[in-house]
């Protein structure tokens, strides 16, 4: 077979091990490494002398043979880790595992196996490298620290809480365990303050919800939970030591006659199936609150844990815990902003006898948290409809206390049936008092919103408008064919810069005229443009529902969680003469306006 091509060995140790020469103490060579290359297959199509000197598994066994194999028994659930590399293309270091007696030859070496996807030019996946480096006593704890510098770019990469989990799960896997779990206090992913003690004694204590889950096994088949299943914790059992001393446990050797899995026949059956023998329970603790459990064990490596991984595992997890307590906090605040604007929020819209009106709110999936979109249908005299759609600048709590004030601010300033460009000054004058009372030497523009404020007339047929920085509304005439109106455009409110302007626009019976928030129209790829002409499409088909069509437009969306608040409210005008004379609004829809 012929020989690749020469393998520039410093640029893969470095993508894979994250190590240059220097740091190993002397420059790379072929000599200083095992090398092996696999195909998308997963066939050895090339490997180093020096990994035959490693493991003493001469290079015929390996070739064209799968990775377990193909080395040593101490290194069963490389394959698994390949895969995952070849799937994803995220790199796996420092996987330890011993070499045992080759042919009679004792060696009981260990050893750092790493793992690094191979692509062509296009960036399509060709196949994987494995590096293995020898540890020695002096070389562990400086690979140990750069397996930390990884683990803060791999672990905590989102505000999820259960994200972080799974990646912690899987971090751990690739660098110390061969299964893992991460039990969580039930009430962390709830955004909930954590339990930080168990319940009341009895056999079984349901205080855990499994969060993440590893395994070098394809479908992790160890595991008695999977994620998002409670795990019941016997009350003999080294986890409930664990959470009430908050002290690691380490059994370098796992005890299988212990009086608690005698009490735990599914984990003891498990145990002995997959000869789990080393374990390590390190509690999650942030902030003086224990946030939950991870466990680690081994079955493919033969070595027992030793203090050495103990004080690593503790070291991973302590980070960990910081990412994981981050996570809740924001699930917390964002719960509890989302419970707020839902509470400020109309539980239903009515048009009174000559508007048909439907609204859709669809809050983001932002790391910042919910913002300050609202919408409003307020009655007004003569039969007369104010239809209002505003975003506060900003996110989380605050934002969605700013929206509450102003929606009653709108309405308090809707009863004087103020004109849409004398209410939009006012309502900036409020948005400035707002801000100054803030105190903190604060600038007024440190609050600031945008609105649309539009009131129809049914005897007129005819529609005035003003809009404060806001997208300007569509209008689909009777016939087919929506428009988005060339309304003047004002300063955002808050800024103290008026006169705003108004315009009319006249809607005959059957028109249809659409407001929305720019969470809508917003795409990060294209610009507002695109996002314009998707919805002017998805607008343009007059025999949907009112309902059907709030679907159709919010089904247009390029994601299902979109990075910003999406409000949309969409009124069809109908003559009066046709309506009856006292309208009854319907009651709301389950699960109209907050997707669950």
Not at 425 to 454: K, N
Request: hydrophobic letters at 40%; a negative charge; charged letters at 25%.
């Amino acid at each position: 077979m012929a020989s690749p091509a020469p393998i520039d060995l410093a640029g893969l140790l470095q993508r894979a091990v994250g190590v240059t020469g220097a740091a190993l103490g002397s420059p790379l060579a072929p000599s200083a490494i095992g090398l092996a290359l696999w195909n998308s297959d997963l066939r050895c199509t090339w490997v180093s002398d020096s990994l035959e000197d490693y493991d003493g598994i001469p290079r015929e066994r390996r070739m064209g043979r799968l990775p377990d194999a193909a080395l040593p028994a101490g290194a069963r659930g490389l394959e698994a880790a390949m895969r995952q590399v070849l799937a994803t293309g995220t790199p796996v270091s420092g996987r330890e595992y011993l070499v045992p007696a080759v042919d009679g030859v004792p060696r009981d070496e260990g050893y750092s196996a790493s793992c690094i996807r191979l692509e062509d030019a296009e960036g399509r996946p060709m196949g994987v490298c494995l590096v293995v480096l020898r540890i020695t006593r002096e070389s562990r704890p400086g690979d140990r620290l750069a397996l930390l510098g990884e683990a803060g770019a791999r672990i905590g990469t989102t505000l999820d809480v259960m994200r972080t989990a799974q990646e912690l799960a899987a971090f751990s896997v690739s660098c110390l365990a061969d299964f893992v779990t991460v039990d969580l206090a039930d009430t962390l992913r709830l955004g909930e303050e954590p339990l930080s003690r168990l319940g009341p004694d009895g056999d079984y204590v349901p205080v855990f919800r499994r969060a993440g889950l590893s395994s070098v096994h394809e479908g992790a088949p160890e595991a008695v939970s999977q994620v998002g299943d409670v795990v019941y914790v016997p009350s003999s059992s080294p986890l409930k030591h664990v959470l009430s001393s908050g002290r690691s446990l380490l059994e370098p050797v796992l005890d299988t006659a212990s009086p608690w899995l005698n009490r735990d026949p599914a984990r003891a059956r498990k145990i002995d199936r997959f000869g789990l023998h080393s374990l390590m329970i390190v509690p999650i603790r942030a902030r003086g609150v224990v946030l939950g459990v991870v466990l680690l064990l081994r079955s493919d490596d033969p070595r027992p844990f030793d203090e050495e991984d103990l004080l690593f595992a503790e070291e991973l997890v302590a980070r960990a815990a910081l990412s994981l307590d981050n996570a809740r906090r924001y699930t917390h605040e964002r719960a509890t902003a989302l419970a707020l604007q839902r509470g400020l929020l109309p539980r239903r819209v009515c048009g009174g006898p000559c508007l048909d009106v439907v609204s859709r709110f669809l809050p983001a999936d932002l790391e910042d948290g919910v913002g300050g979109d609202w919408y409003d249908v307020i009655p007004l005299p003569r039969d007369r409809v104010a239809l209002v759609v505003g975003d506060v600048v900003g996110h989380g709590i605050d934002a969605a206390a700013t929206m509450g004030r102003l929606r009653t601010a709108v309405r308090t300033l809707a009863d004087l049936d103020l004109p849409p460009e004398q209410l939009l000054a006012h309502l900036d004058q409020t948005i400035i008092r707002l801000a100054e009372e803030e105190g903190d030497g604060l600038h007024a523009a440190s609050v600031s919103a945008t609105c649309l404020y539009a009131v129809y007339d049914p005897v007129s047929r005819r529609c005035t408008m003003a809009r404060a920085g806001h997208p300007p509304p569509a209008v689909r005439d009777p016939g087919g064919g929506v428009t988005f109106l060339d309304l003047p455009n004002g300063t955002p409110l808050g800024l103290g810069m008026p006169p705003y302007q108004a315009a009319e626009v006249e809607l005959p019976e059957g028109s249809l005229i659409a407001l929305y928030t720019d969470g809508l129209i917003e795409d990060r790829r294209h610009g507002f443009d695109t996002g314009m002409e998707r919805v002017r499409r998805a607008l343009d088909r007059p025999g949907l529902r009112l309902d059907d069509l709030c679907s159709a437009v919010l089904g247009t969306l390029p994601s299902a969680t979109p990075p910003d608040d999406v409000t949309l409210l969409i009124a069809r005008t109908r003559a009066a003469s046709s309506a009856p004379s006292r309208a009854r609004c319907p009651a709301p829809r389950p699960g109209n306006r907050f997707p669950r």
